[in-house]
């Protein structure tokens, strides 16, 4: 059996094997959501400016004050950020609103993928948004679940697919998705621009939450207020 696992494993990586690349986590700006769940903070990502930018200017305005997370899919992501959920009526389908414009997709592939605790921007299907431009408020927080190497060898041709031949989860993929859980099979096709990094125990609580046939809690998920912190190097 651990021989058999063995195989698989590096069957694997001689199959989709490509460089495992790093990134500098230093220096990036925090975002505080005090919900009444808990607390979950948020570091930006640099290589995603409009998205980092646009993200801070919506909460240093209040645009996230009052708003729900609206969408709670179990093993998969918790969503938030639409501004008609505001006060919405149990029963409302929310998912549609927004501030107005969507943003250009900074797709950071391979540094940037859907473990879990990752943030990226929802936004509408392919077929009427072929450019993939995010919403421009709407968020998700990836939940997920466990994938050994050969169940995240599965993925690889549905996300080959998608993206075009561009996805190839390499072994500091396969590693993350083995240790912590996510949804590799959305790598490539949102833009994932910043990771929780205090609070995931707040998303697992969400998580447990029961729900309506729309995915909306049947308990409201608030957040209170959203609050722009000190970037991690100490600057505004």
Known sequence: MVMEKCLVFLSFFLCFLVPSFSRDKEKRAVVRLE???????????????????????????GFYDGTLFHRVIKDYIVQGGDPDSKGAPSGTVLGKGGPGYTLPAEIDWPYSYHVRGAVAMARDADDVNPERRSNGSQFYIVWGKYYTPSALQ???????????????????????????????????????????????????????????????????????????????????
């Open 35 to 61: 919900t009444n769940m808990g607390v979950i903070r948020i570091a930006l990502n640099d290589d995603t400016p409009v998205h980092r930018d646009n993200f801070l200017k919506l909460v240093s305005e």
């Open 154 to 236: 599965k993925v690889q041709p549905y996300v080959w697919e998608q993206t075009g031949g561009n996805v190839k989860f390499n072994y500091e993929h396969a590693t993350k998705y083995e240790q912590y859980g996510g949804t590799p099979n959305l790598d490539g096709q949102f833009t994932v621009f910043g990771e929780v990094i205090e609070g995931l125990s707040v998303v697992k609580k969400m998580q447990r939450c029961k729900t309506d046939a729309t995915d909306r809690p049947l308990r409201d998920i608030v957040i209170e207020r959203a609050v722009v912190e000190e970037s991690l190097s100490g600057n505004k």
